[in-house]
């Protein structure tokens, strides 16, 4: 793939790593250049009401910037599912289509977080933008490159499913809102705050010294640490305040930290971009070319060779080598234990084509 800088410079890149939960992926540029850098700003320093710039490329309008303001921090329920990230920046700078993965700074020039939805009833901007915090960007950017895969830790806690109990229950919704912090109604399995000796019923008030007053500052501070790391978590257990020193877990209920998988090493394949007068004359609208297979390599090994043209991977429509790391990203990093993607593509005057690949597979 390639980098187009903003004095119009190309480069070739290739992808370190990709976090489909936070949609963030680390690029390496292949040159010896000495290349200027953005210095990393403490979004947990951000005020509601400071005023941040948003830059970005919206409408193919190269290197455009916006002003406006913190309007709130740690939203929740603003893309994905409860899954994915749910701990945004949100700020009045206009942010439009193509601003996604743009910079969000402060005003002294330092990178606060990344620009990465709106939310609008057109498509466009009406006044709400957000950003991923560059607290929880710096540790998957930094993961990606260390590890290779982001290395999630978990206090193994259950808290009350509020959106439920609002709908189903509106008195104890009233009462669970007047509740400053994270209240602990159960644990998962093998759950290191309750091997700490955190019970349920505590109400958590604060981890490492960082006030928590709802259930999104927790992920947003848990989201700092990986598996093995200690955190001093201090509850309220029945209007007494008690500290309590956990050693956060993976989802897998271990310390260890998360093994990458190469999944797009395992394809054995290179890959080319189809350009849009090529897509039209073979009549599709999207497309990746694959330009040559290793002999050992899970392609191969599946009948595709030189010349298949990926339409879909699990049903998403690729364009370009990222788009297929991601894909193979999301699913070498799934808990499920078949680890499969389902490839639809097709060579040059034949027809469609679905070849199923095995990623967990020796």
Known sequence: MSITLNNNSEYNATVIGADPATDIALLKIDSDEDFEYVSFGNSDDLQVGEWVLAVGNPFNLTSTVTAGIVSAKNRANIVGDAKSLQSFIQVDAAVNPGNSGGALVNT???????????????????????????????????????????????????????????????????????????????????SPSKTAGIKAGDIVKSINNSPIRNFNELQSQIGKYRPGDKIKVIVDRNGKE?????????????????????????????????????????????????TDVDKGGKFRKEGINKGFIILRIDNMPVNSEADIAKIVQMATTSKVQDKVILIAGFYPNSKTQYIAIDLSAE
């Open 242 to 290: 008690m500290t309590y020193t956990v050693e956060l877990q993976n989802d897998q209920g271990s310390t260890e930290l998360t093994k990458s998988v190469d999944g797009m090493g395992a394809l054995g394949a290179t890959f080319a971009d189809i350009t849009d007068a090529r897509k039209q004359k073979l009549g599709i609208t999207s497309g990746v070319e694959v």
């Open 108 to 190: 002294r020039g330092e990178l606060v977080g990344i620009n990465t939805a709106i939310y609008s009833q057109t498509g466009n901007f009406a006044g709400y933008a957000f950003a991923i915090p560059i607290s929880i960007a710096g540790k998957v950017a930094s993961d990606l490159k260390e590890y290779g895969t982001v290395q999630r830790a978990v206090m193994g806690i259950i808290s009350p499913n509020i959106e439920y109990i609002k709908e189903n229950d509106p008195e104890k919704y009233r009462e669970l809102q007047k509740i400053v912090g994270v209240l602990i109604e159960d644990f998962s399995e093998r």
